[in-house]
C-alpha cells in the first residue's frame, strides 16, 4: 500500500510542515496532499513542497471544482508538475457542497455529476495536446457560447508541452458518481470507509463504471485512496473523545440540513440513527451533546487509535482491504515515524 501524508488546510496562520514532509520522502512515503475550504488554496502549499523535496507526489486531496474553471485547473497542474519533475503531480478534484460553491465561490450548484464530467474530459484535453479543445458540454462549454458570450471564442491548443499523463482522482460518495469516477478517472478518494467497506460497498460499483472505459483500465490499474486519523496515545477512550467534536461539525454542520455528506457517509456505514441525532443537535446549537451522541465505534472503524502495539495490530485489516493508497491526515512527526517503519513490515 502507498503511504501519504495529508497537510489539510491552513487554520488563521500559513503553516506547511516542510520537515515532516520532507522526513516522511525520506521514508519511503509516496505522497503529499493538501486541501482547500475557504482557507488556504490547495495549489500553492504544492509548488512550495514541490521545490523542497524530491520525488513525494503532490497531491490535491481535494481541489474544489468551482475554485477554477478546467482550463486554469489543468494550466495550474501541468505548471506545478513542469517545474517541480514530471510524474510528481496529482489532481485530486470534488465539489464540495451548495454553502461553500454558491456561498463562497459564487458558483451555481448545478448538476454535480455532469460538471464532473465536463471538468475532466477538458483538462485531459488540454494535457493531450491532440488539438484544439473544444468540448460542446452540458454544464461546462469550451469555446464558451452562453449568455454573455461575444461570439468570439475559438478553439486554442496549449503552448505549454506538459505531461499528457497527470493522474485525475475524483472524492465522490453516491453511487451515480462513484460509478461514474470509475468510468472517467483514474483513481478514487473515498471518505470514511472503514476496513470492510471497500470490498462490501463500493467495489462492484467501481468494476461496474471501469467495465464502461473505452481503455481497458482495470481494477488493479485504478488508484483507491482513503485517509486515516492516526493518535498514538495510552488512552484510547479519551482519543475517541477528543475526536468527537470535529466528527460532530462535519456530520452535523458541514454543508445545509438536506445536504450532507459527511452524514450521508455515517449513515451508510450503518450509523443511521447517530447520524440523525448529531444533526440535530448540532444545528440546534447544542454541540457538546451533538458531540457525545457521535459514537465509538465509527470514529474507531475509520481511524488508528491506542498504544503502537495497537496501531500496528488494526493496520493489518487496512492492509487486507483493498485500499492501495492510504492518506494520514495532520499526522506528527511521532505518527510519521511509525507508520513509515508499519508500512515497510
Known amino acids: 500500500m502507498k503511504l501519504g501524508i495529508g497537510i489539510g488546510y491552513a487554520g488563521a496562520k500559513m503553516d506547511v510542515p516542510i520537515e515532516r514532509i520532507r522526513r516522511a520522502e525520506a521514508l519511503g512515503f509516496d505522497s503529499v496532499w ?31 471544482l468551482a475554485a477554477r474553471t478546467p482550463a486554469n485547473m ?8 513542469a517545474m517541480c519533475g514530471e510524474g510528481r503531480m496529482i489532481v485530486g478534484l470534488g465539489m ?60 486554442l491548443k496549449s503552448i505549454l508541452h506538459g505531461n499528457p499523463d497527470i ?21 478514487w478518494m473515498a471518505m470514511h470507509l472503514a476496513p470492510d467497506s471497500f470490498k462490501t460497498r463500493y467495489k462492484a460499483i467501481i468494476e461496474e463504471g471501469l467495465a464502461r472505459r473505452s481503455d481497458g483500465k482495470a481494477l488493479q490499474d485504478f488508484e483507491i485512496r482513503t485517509s486515516l486519523s492516526v493518535q498514538i496515545v495510552d488512552d484510547v477512550k479519551a482519543a475517541l473523545d477528543a ?27 450503518g450509523f443511521g440513527a447517530a447520524a440523525e441525532r448529531v444533526q440535530e443537535l448540532f444545528l440546534a446549537g447544542r454541540k457538546d451533546e451533538a458531540a457525545a451522541a457521535v459514537p465509538d465505534e465509527y470514529i474507531d472503524d475509520e481511524g ?36 513509515g517503519r508499519i508500512g515497510r513490515d
Open 167 to 187: 493522474p485525475v482522482m475524483l472524492g465522490t460518495a453516491t453511487p451515480l458518481n462513484i460509478r461514474m469516477t470509475a468510468e472517467i478517472a483514474d483513481g
Open 74 to 81: 489543468a494550466m495550474a497542474a501541468q505548471t506545478i508538475d
Open 243 to 269: 475526536l468527537k467534536p470535529m466528527v460532530a461539525l462535519y456530520a452535523g454542520g458541514m454543508g445545509s440540513k438536506s445536504t450532507n455528506f459527511h452524514k450521508d457517509a455515517m449513515i451508510e456505514r
Open 304 to 339: 488508528l487509535l491506542g498504544p503502537p502495539a495497537r496501531i500496528k495490530e488494526r493496520w493489518q485489516a487496512w492492509r487486507d482491504s483493498g485500499v492501495t493508497s492510504m492518506c494520514f491526515l495532520d499526522a506528527t512527526d511521532e505518527v510519521v515515524e511509525l507508520m
Open 96 to 155: 464540495s457542497g451548495p454553502q461553500i460553491v454558491e456561498g463562497w465561490y459564487g458558483q451555481p450548484w448545478g448538476k454535480p455529476n455532469t460538471r464532473m464530467r465536463d471538468y475532466v474530459a477538458i483538462m485531459k484535453q488540454i494535457w493531450k495536446r491532440e488539438g484544439p479543445v473544444s468540448h460542446p458540454g452540458k454544464e461546462i462549454s469550451l469555446p464558451y457560447t452562453g449568455p454573455g458570450s461575444s461570439g468570439q471564442g475559438k478553439p
Open 34 to 64: 493538501t486541501a482547500e475550504t475557504y482557507s488556504s488554496d490547495a495549489m500553492t502549499p504544492l509548488a512550495y513542497i514541490g521545490a523542497l523535496t524530491d520525488r513525494i507526489r503532490l497531491g490535491t486531496g481535494i481541489a474544489q
